[in-house]
């Protein structure tokens, strides 16, 4: 099957199906999506393909107030190879909800927190940065 990139027309079903998907999981209701947020989605190249689409439209739910789907464009940007143990940007710039954010990588992960399949690899941050937030917001990593 050919990769995201050489399938751009697919990209807003995927879109549509994944939001209705992640929204159902997370009691959300989202009516509308942003022009220029598919827009956004049919010009990246996807080099993590499907999954990192995914991940990123999961977080974008998480983090969803209202009815309406929207990405920051700044998600999408490719983070400087040279600096690969650097925090995610989407990390950076939302500290309101980091707690979702946290909670719902533990939840995926049932509490795991390092390895491959633990909620720092999802997240993209450093375990022990993960640990400290965790600590710091009083989450019980037991609860998941």
Sequence with gaps: ??????????????????????????????????????????????????????????RAVILCEGDHFEVDATWLRPES??????PSRCWQRLPKGRRKIIESALKETQGRVSGPTGAAAKLGIPRQTLESKIRALGIKKSDF
């Design 81 to 86: 190879p040279s600096e690969p143990n650097r």
């Design 1 to 58: 099957m050919p990769s995201l990139r050489e399938r751009k027309d697919d990209i807003p079903l995927l879109v549509e199906y994944l939001i209705d998907r992640y929204a159902t999981k997370f009691g959300k209701k989202i009516r509308t999506i942003n022009k220029q947020t598919l827009d956004l989605f049919q010009e990246y190249n996807w080099p993590g393909n499907v999954r990192e689409l995914q991940n990123v439209i999961e």
